[in-house]
C-alpha cells in the first residue's frame, strides 16, 4: 500500500531529525500526545476570509531537552490528518467551484518552550518552526449549487512550512496542550490569475504524558 510504503521512507527521516536536533550531553524526557484538530484550509477572497474545515487529529511523539532553568527544546514527529476545503474562480469570473482536500501527513517540528512555575502545576508556552510533509491525500471538486457534480481535480502541493506557537499544563507527567499552527506556502500547484491563495491552519487539542 502506498501510503504504508511512504510512512516507512518519510518516518526514518523524521526519526533522524529528531534524534540529531538533541544536544548529546543534556538530559531527555520522552513524551507521547494525541488530539483532535480544528484543520481548516483559509483564502482571502475582495477584503473578507474563507474557511472550510474539517475534524482532523494527530499524535506524535515528542522530547524535552532541558538548557537552562526555563527554557529547553521540543523536537516532535507527528503524525497528522488534516485538510479542508476551498473555492476556485472558472473563466466566468465567479467562485462556483469547491475543492474538498482530505490528507495525511508526517510532521517533524521543532519548538523552543519557556517554563513557569505554577503551584502544583507547570506551565508550558512554546513556539518553533514545523515542516509538513504529504504522505496521502485525496482532493475532490464540485459546483456550488444543484446536484453535486465531480469536475476535473485541482492539484496541491504535497509540502508546507509551517508556524507552531501553543500552550500546555503538566500535572504530574501528564499534560493538556493547545496548539496553532500556520502554513506559510500555497496549498495549490498552479492557479488562475487573480485566484486567492490558499493556507493550511490547525488548531489542536492534545492530551500526552512525558516519562520523568
Same mark, same amino acid.
Given at each position: 500500500?502506498?501510503?504504508?510504503?511512504?510512512?516507512?521512507?518519510?518516518?526514518?527521516?523524521?526519526?533522524?531529525?529528531?534524534?540529531?536536533?538533541?544536544?548529546?550531553?543534556?538530559?531527555?524526557?520522552?513524551?507521547?500526545?494525541?488530539?483532535?484538530?480544528?484543520?481548516?484550509?483559509?483564502?482571502?477572497?475582495?477584503?473578507?476570509?474563507? %474557511?472550510?474545515?474539517?475534524?482532523?487529529y494527530? =499524535? &506524535?511523539?515528542?522530547?524535552?531537552?532541558? #538548557?537552562?532553568? *526555563?527554557?529547553s527544546? @521540543?523536537?516532535?514527529?507527528?503524525?497528522?490528518?488534516?485538510?479542508?476545503?476551498?473555492?476556485?474562480e472558472?473563466?466566468?469570473g465567479?467562485?462556483?467551484?469547491?475543492?474538498?482536500?482530505?490528507?495525511?501527513?508526517?510532521?517533524?517540528?521543532?519548538?523552543?518552550?519557556?517554563?513557569?512555575?505554577? %503551584?502544583?502545576?507547570?506551565?508550558?508556552?512554546? =513556539? &518553533?518552526?514545523?515542516?509538513?510533509?504529504? #504522505?496521502?491525500? *485525496?482532493?475532490?471538486? @464540485?459546483?456550488?449549487?444543484?446536484?453535486?457534480?465531480?469536475?476535473t481535480?485541482?492539484?496541491?502541493?504535497?509540502?508546507?512550512?509551517?508556524?507552531?506557537?501553543?500552550?500546555?499544563?503538566?500535572?504530574?507527567?501528564?499534560?493538556?496542550?493547545?496548539?496553532?499552527?500556520?502554513?506559510?506556502?500555497?496549498?495549490?500547484?498552479?492557479?488562475?490569475?487573480?485566484e486567492?491563495?490558499?493556507?493550511?491552519?490547525? #488548531?489542536?487539542?492534545?492530551?500526552?504524558?512525558?516519562?520523568?
Open positions: 500500500m502506498k501510503i504504508n510504503r511512504n510512512i516507512r521512507k518519510t518516518g526514518w527521516l523524521a526519526g533522524l531529525i529528531l534524534v540529531c536536533s538533541m544536544p548529546s550531553t543534556a538530559k531527555v524526557y520522552w513524551g507521547v500526545r494525541s488530539g483532535i484538530a480544528y484543520s481548516s484550509l483559509v483564502q482571502k477572497i475582495d477584503l473578507d476570509y474563507w %474557511s472550510g474545515a474539517c475534524l482532523g494527530s =499524535a &506524535g511523539i515528542m522530547a524535552e531537552v532541558p #538548557l537552562s532553568e *526555563r527554557f527544546l @521540543r523536537p516532535e514527529v507527528a503524525f497528522v490528518y488534516e485538510g479542508g476545503s476551498f473555492l476556485s472558472p473563466l466566468e465567479w467562485f462556483l467551484l469547491k475543492h474538498r482536500l482530505r490528507n495525511y501527513s508526517l510532521q517533524p517540528s521543532l519548538n523552543v518552550a519557556f517554563r513557569i512555575p505554577l %503551584s502544583d502545576v507547570t506551565m508550558f508556552v512554546y =513556539a &518553533g518552526p514545523a515542516f509538513d510533509y504529504r #504522505l496521502w491525500d *485525496r482532493i475532490s471538486t @464540485r459546483k456550488m449549487e444543484d446536484e453535486p457534480v465531480f469536475i481535480e485541482k492539484k496541491t502541493r504535497p509540502f508546507d512550512l509551517v508556524f507552531n506557537s501553543g500552550i500546555s499544563v503538566e500535572y504530574k507527567s501528564v499534560f493538556f496542550s493547545i496548539n496553532a499552527q500556520s502554513g506559510h506556502l500555497y496549498r495549490q500547484t498552479r492557479k488562475t490569475e487573480g486567492p491563495s490558499v493556507f493550511q491552519n490547525n #488548531l489542536t487539542f492534545s492530551l500526552g504524558y512525558f516519562f520523568r
